[in-house]
Every structure is written in structure tokens, then in C-alpha cells.
């Protein structure tokens, strides 16, 4: 009785704070996949956001629908600004792997993603499984909780400005996503560089050759085996990664 007397008391923040979860888990890797009913995901909203209602500063909030339009559309920018900042990690590591899948000869060997509906390489699919994997693994869903507490600390509702700073911020982070990806993919561009290199040396010396019967064998097996040997490395990468992810987050938050 007492949440819900809150609730109506509060009624007013309570729908920010909603709105902004809501967008935040929508946005962010696993609570946004089309696998997840949407029923969870809006209890799940429901549940941070009530439990979360004590933290909020006071806040006049006019109960008038004109001022209510562009609060909530800044509310809605926060959320999804939030949640982008772990897209931009995920979609760096599966870009890492698509343009390793086509390196090795995978370009017209895809599969169908669940989560997107689209056509993605079978490298790109397997590492943005362990990325989701890691994700889990260093409690990086921990990170939107907290990100959802502070950002209703530092930025109450009603009280949201999309400046000049965060779209600034949010173009300088995205900009690592092909840096993400170019350093996750160069051991296996490296080698199959140098792949590339031995066996067209070997057809100009050793013409009866034929290397064009040879070289999707090679490609493939010398690619997949530079993937197994990096795979510690690649691990370690991809954990270092979604810790930084809370640093650019509340970089973020720091712009707002």
C-alpha cells in the first residue's frame, strides 16, 4: 500500500522515470532482443522504475501537455543515448567478425540473426555470441542499473537538455566502433595477408599449380586456426571492452 501511494503521490515522475528505463532496457544488448516477451521487459521497467522512485530528487513537474511533449522526447534521447553506448560495443565486435568472415571467403555464408532479422556472417554470429557471453560475465548489466540511479541523480526528470556536448560525446565514442572492430579482427587480416602473399608467390613460381582450387581451403582453415590461437586474447579484449563500457556511459551522463 505504501509503494502505491507513492506511486500516486509521485505519479508524475514516476512516468519519466518509466519512460526512461523502459528506453534504456530497450536499448541495451539482451534486454532488447526480440526473444524477450514484451511483458517481461515492461514489468522488468516497471519494477526498476518503482523501486527507483525514492531516489529521485523533488521535482515541479506542470501538469500541462505542451510541456510534457518535449520532456518526454528528451527522456526518450537519454535512454536510447544510454543503451546506444553498448550497441556501439556489440556491433563493433560483429562488425570485427563479419569483416573476418569475408576475408576468409564466408562473404556469401550467412545466417539469419533472430534478434535483428537480418542476413549476418556465421564469424560475426559466433562472436557476438561470446560477446553476449562476456557481457554476463563481467556484470556489465549491472551497468544500466546503475547508469538509470545516476542519471536520475544527475539529470532529474523534466530536467533532461540534449546539448551540443552530447551529441559530440556520443559521435566521438561511436567513432571506436570501427577501431573495436580493426583490432579484433587484425591478427586473422594479418595472416591471411601473409596466406595471401605465399600463395601468389606460389603461383607465379609453380604455374601447374591451381591456386584458385587451393586457396578457399587455405583461407579458411588458416583463418579458423589464427581465430583458435587468439581466442585468449580475444576473450580478454572483448572483457576489457565492456568494462570501459561504464566509463563511456557515464561520460555520457557527465555531458547531459
Not at 573476418?100 to 571467403?105: I, L
Not at 573495436?180 to 595477408?193: D, E, N
Request: no cysteine; aromatic share 10%; proline share 5%.
Amino acid at each position: 500500500m505504501e509503494i502505491v501511494e507513492l506511486i500516486y503521490k509521485s505519479y508524475p515522475a514516476f512516468i519519466f522515470i518509466f519512460i526512461r528505463t523502459t528506453l534504456i532496457l530497450l536499448s541495451a544488448p539482451f534486454f532488447g532482443v526480440k526473444g524477450i516477451p514484451s511483458a517481461v521487459k515492461i514489468g522488468l521497467s516497471l519494477m526498476i522504475a518503482v523501486l527507483l522512485l525514492p531516489v529521485v530528487k523533488p521535482v515541479d513537474i506542470p501538469l500541462n501537455f505542451f510541456a510534457w511533449v518535449p520532456a518526454i522526447l528528451s527522456e526518450v534521447l537519454i535512454g536510447a543515448a544510454i543503451g546506444f553506448m553498448a550497441r556501439v560495443v556489440m556491433a563493433g565486435v560483429e562488425l570485427a567478425g563479419q569483416i573476418v568472415g569475408f576475408q576468409m571467403g564466408f562473404g556469401i555464408v550467412n545466417i539469419i540473426d533472430p534478434h535483428t532479422n537480418n542476413q549476418v556472417s556465421i564469424i560475426a554470429t559466433f562472436q557476438g555470441i561470446l560477446a553476449m557471453l562476456l557481457f554476463f560475465t563481467v556484470n556489465a548489466h549491472h551497468y544500466f542499473i546503475s547508469a538509470i540511479a545516476v542519471s536520475l541523480k544527475t539529470v532529474p526528470p523534466f530536467s533532461a537538455l540534449i546539448s551540443g556536448g552530447v551529441i559530440s560525446t556520443l559521435v566521438s565514442l561511436s567513432g571506436g566502433l570501427f577501431v573495436t572492430a580493426l583490432k579484433l579482427g587484425a591478427p586473422v587480416m594479418a595472416a591471411l595477408l601473409f596466406a595471401n602473399v605465399a600463395m601468389g608467390v606460389i603461383a607465379r613460381t609453380v604455374p601447374q599449380v591451381n591456386i584458385f582450387m587451393m586457396g578457399f581451403p587455405v583461407t579458411i582453415a588458416v583463418g579458423l586456426i589464427v581465430i583458435g590461437i587468439s581466442m585468449p586474447v580475444l576473450v580478454v579484449f572483448i572483457q576489457k571492452l565492456m568494462v570501459g563500457m561504464e566509463r563511456d556511459i557515464f561520460t555520457l551522463l557527465k555531458a547531459m
